[in-house]
């Protein structure tokens, strides 16, 4: 069972740092991804970090304010979140895959995307709030 934790309050332009956490199993032994879910809108997926290589991936919107890290020491993946608006108010959720690479696929409108299904652990999230 993963666990996100790290969500709170933050103004618009602020900074949260969000953290995956499990006893089950080694996160570095996983692929990792992180997703979030605004009120009255699917789970939709931000970012992901590959298993064998450590290669990250961004959704077009996270790009260049979030970073997805892992801390093996640990075993914890992070992702730092900056600069942040109003519309990524959300429950974030991490999210495990067994197989090596992040199965990014590139949309209709070319940004990248992992579907949901493609992850087989999930764990409770948190709750990021970005308002004034």
């Known amino acids: 069972q993963l666990q996100a934790s790290g969500g709170g309050l933050v103004q618009p332009g602020g900074s949260l740092r969000l953290s995956c956490a499990t006893s089950?199993?080694?996160?570095?032994?996983?692929?990792i991804g992180w997703f979030r879910q605004a009120p009255g809108k699917e789970r939709e997926w931000v970012s992901c970090?590959?298993?064998?290589?450590?290669?990250?991936y961004y959704k077009e919107s996270a790009k260049g304010r979030f970073t997805i890290s892992r801390d093996n020491a640990k075993n914890t993946v992070a992702l730092q979140m900056a600069y942040l608006k109003p519309e990524d108010t959300a429950v974030y959720y991490c999210?495990?895959?067994?197989?090596?690479?992040?199965?990014?696929?590139?949309?209709?409108?070319?940004?990248?995307?992992?579907?949901?299904?493609?992850?087989?652990?999930w764990g409770r999230g948190t709750l990021v709030t970005v308002s004034s």
């Open positions: 970090i590959n298993r064998a290589d450590g290669r990250t």
């Open positions: 999210a495990a895959d067994k197989r090596d690479l992040c199965r990014v696929v590139i949309t209709p409108d070319m940004d990248l995307n992992i579907r949901t299904e493609e992850y087989d652990s």
């Open positions: 089950g199993f080694s996160l570095d032994s996983r692929t």
